[in-house]
């Protein structure tokens, strides 16, 4: 679909707050709080996605999370493209990620943004985001490192677009592989000196 470029300035930028409040939604930590799992910023790495959620033990509390990360994110693209247009959805769905990351409620200390990644193109663009999951799992499964299999993923989103150039989402991938790599910096650090934990080991 081409992005229409005549909604008036106004109603993007109301629809990207908006996108950055739902993304703000800090599930893991609520998810955690509900089912007695203790305080989510003190265990593990102290992230509030569903990898670290994972780490109470509890694969419930992990599900529950991904489910609605992905599904905050998925839900503000969706709306912004029925309720709008294309380049709405486009930016609500970036701003749901970088309220994910960098959340309101929690003083801008968030996620990585994987889940709401996938959540985004899945609706953004199915195809794309389709091949990004093929990606996820073919590097998870081979090298055993989720960080690595996420980074991968963002990588070559950019690529792929450009086998989709109708949908007109370069600008865009780049600004996710962009952003799915600044939050994983550490874990890049971790991957080089082979310090970095890998999927299944505490």
């Keep these: ?19 950055y409040l739902l993304g ?24 509030i996605g569903a990898t670290n959620v994972l780490r109470t033990g509890s694969k419930l509390g992990a599900g529950l999370t991904l489910t609605a990360d992905v599904g905050k994110a998925g839900a503000t693209v969706f709306l912004a493209r ?41 609706v953004l663009a199915w195809p794309i985001g389709l091949a990004a999951g093929v990606t996820w799992l ?4 081979l090298f055993k490192y989720s960080s690595l299999a996420s980074l991968t ?12 150039p109708s949908n007109n989402l370069f600008l865009l991938s780049i600004s996710l592989m962009a952003l799915i790599f600044w939050r994983h910096k550490e874990n890049i650090i ?5 310090t970095e934990s890998k999927i299944g080991l505490k």
């Design 1 to 19: 679909m081409t992005p229409e470029l005549v909604t008036p300035p106004m109603i993007l930028v109301l629809w990207t707050l908006l996108g």
């Design 190 to 194: 971790r991957l080089l000196n082979s």
């Design 24 to 47: 703000s939604i800090p599930f893991g930590s609520i998810v955690t709080h509900v089912m007695g799992l203790g305080d989510l910023r003190q265990i593990g790495s102290g992230n």
């Design 138 to 141: 073919s590097t998870a499964a």
């Design 153 to 164: 993923a963002a990588a070559v989103i950019p690529i792929i677009v450009l086998l989709f």
């Design 82 to 122: 029925y309720l709008v247009a294309e380049d709405a959805a486009q930016l609500a769905g970036l701003a749901a990620i970088l309220g994910h990351c960098y959340p309101i409620w929690l003083k801008f200390q968030g996620g990585k943004g994987v889940a709401t990644f996938f959540g985004l193109l899945f």
